[in-house]
């Protein structure tokens, strides 16, 4: 069986609640291409109005979690809390989760391992520096960023992997089709070799990184490329477009 095609939109740190009934607008307007399965990352403090107000065709995620269920945290939010509030997704592992709050593969697998024995679906996301990049260590820290996870858990039906090459993000610099497809298939390759043929077919690894409505085509016409991480033009009407770039 194929490998559903999967767009996430990543907010961030952006909007109010009128400019977030502005994005439901336009989810709703669509159309929205019914073979792909769409899920928007929403500040946590809005999940609940996006997930009381989103199309149906549309999941919700968080965009961390803490890898416990409760307890002296302050400021974190529960795999449990999301279930309670009806949210199924979340985004773990994003580069601004690793270099600005200074999140470890470590870390990131206890929270991917967490998540998903609370019966959460994951999107984890791995991706180079430019400086990694430049000294030809991509493939060296995407694999590592995944093995660590694959230390913690065995089963990875509930994930998506998100390769956001860290250059590409918010810069307008993308990863050019081949260049993305090159590290999607040697993460595919890698994952067949290091944790099973299965998984390796079966997993959807989707492309993040200043895509756009109008690259979003081409990326999408890769083999590997299974979908897309969206941040910046998740905000704005040609997501849609992005949503129904696979032909
Ligand atoms: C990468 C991406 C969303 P943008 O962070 O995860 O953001 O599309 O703005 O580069």
Redesign the pocket.
Known sequence: MGRKFVVGG?W?MNGTKSQINEILAFLKQGPLNESTEIIVGVPAIYLDHVKSNAPANVEVAAQNCYKVDKGAFTGEISPVMLKDIGVNWVILG???RRQIFQESDELVAEKVSFALSNGLRVIA?IGETLQEREAGKTEEVVFRQTQAIANKIKDWYDVVI?Y?PVW????GKTATPQQAQEVHQALRQWISQNISPDVANSIRIQY????TGANAQELASQPDIDGF?????SLKPEFVNIVNARQ
């Open positions: 990543n961030k994003h580069s601004e996301c998100a956001e590409a993000i918010g810069t993040g990184g200043s895509v991480l969206v941040g910046g033009a």
